[in-house]
């Protein structure tokens, strides 16, 4: 499979296993939604988690960073994947971000293979203010890590890109809310 086919299959199987509508959903930044993403549903299936990896991995691999992470838990499963697909061929390290310190042993709220100052991407599964991933942005740059860009693998189109704009960072998408509409 070419990789506009992967993404296209990764698509098809989002629909089909987290794209969910006429409910009233409440989301991670407060709002209310008539329809939702639960992406562990895709990250959890053996398809679904290798053809995230794939596409992930595909748009990132010509980039200078040495390594990928994000805020847990759903960008766990995502920086777990695209390090994994990044071996032999370059490789790229990854870590996760808590949402708080751990509260005992080492107390990291970056816990992984973090390296500080190196520059990173992050991951999100669904963005929708941006709200969410700008901890772990504060919590890399705490670390004096650079954040080179977030990579969602779904954008709701609800404001994270011009948000995260003022922030200094891009923001891209794999897919849209628009690219299951209908």
Request: proline content about 2%; aromatic content about 8%; hydrophobic content about 45%.
């Amino acid at each position: 499979m070419n990789a506009a086919e992967k993404r296209e299959r990764l698509r098809q199987v989002i629909r089909e296993k987290s794209f969910s509508t006429g409910g009233d959903f409440k989301l991670a930044s407060g709002a209310a939604s008539a329809f939702y993403f639960d992406m562990k549903k895709t990250m959890f299936d053996p398809e679904g988690a290798a053809l995230i990896a794939d596409c992930l991995f595909d748009l990132i691999k010509d980039d200078a960073v040495e390594q990928v992470g994000g805020l847990e838990i759903g960008a766990v499963p995502i920086a777990t994947a695209v390090a994994m697909r990044s071996w032999p061929e370059r490789p790229i390290r990854a870590f996760f971000v808590r949402k708080e310190a751990k509260g005992h042993g080492t107390n990291r709220l970056i816990d992984g293979q973090y390296k500080d100052g190196a520059k990173t991407i992050l991951f999100e599964d669904v963005t929708t203010t941006g709200g969410s991933v700008m901890k772990a942005v504060n919590a890399v740059r705490e670390r004096g890590g650079q954040v080179a860009k977030i990579v969602t693998i779904v954008d709701r189109l609800e404001g994270a890109k011009a948000n995260l704009a003022k922030e200094g960072i891009e923001l891209v998408a794999v897919f849209t809310k628009d690219d299951f509409a209908g």
